[in-house]
């Protein structure tokens, strides 16, 4: 499944991020070599990310594990402004 997962990513990085992009952010010419530690690091993440969201109990443990503590903050705020709104 990994190996699935890595040649989709691999292969949507290929066709999502231009050669001259990818290049000019790393600051050397861009080679295939990139593409493939990009895609390694992408499924590497995404499977850590989805082995925790799958043992997270409820929302709120998910979003203590995937947000800091600005965004929790900002998250409630903006769920209290849409209570008051419902209330009125």
């Known amino acids: 499944m990994y190996l699935g997962l890595y040649l989709a990513t691999f ?3 290929l066709t999502v991020i231009s050669w001259d992009f990818l290049g000019a952010t790393l600051g050397e010419p861009a080679a295939l ?3 493939a530690t990009l895609a390694w690091l992408a499924t590497s993440m995404g ?3 989805g082995a925790l969201g799958s043992s997270a109990e409820d ?4 979003q203590r594990a995937a947000f800091g503590n600005r965004e929790q903050e900002r998250r ?3 769920e209290s402004r849409e ?3 419902a209330r009125r």
Not at 59 to 62: D, E, H, K, N, Y
């Open 33 to 35: 070599a990139h593409y």
């Open 47 to 49: 499977t850590v990310a």
């Open 76 to 78: 409630q705020a903006q």
């Open 11 to 13: 292969a949507a990085a």
């Open 59 to 62: 929302t709120i443990a998910i």
């Open 83 to 85: 209570n008051d709104h």
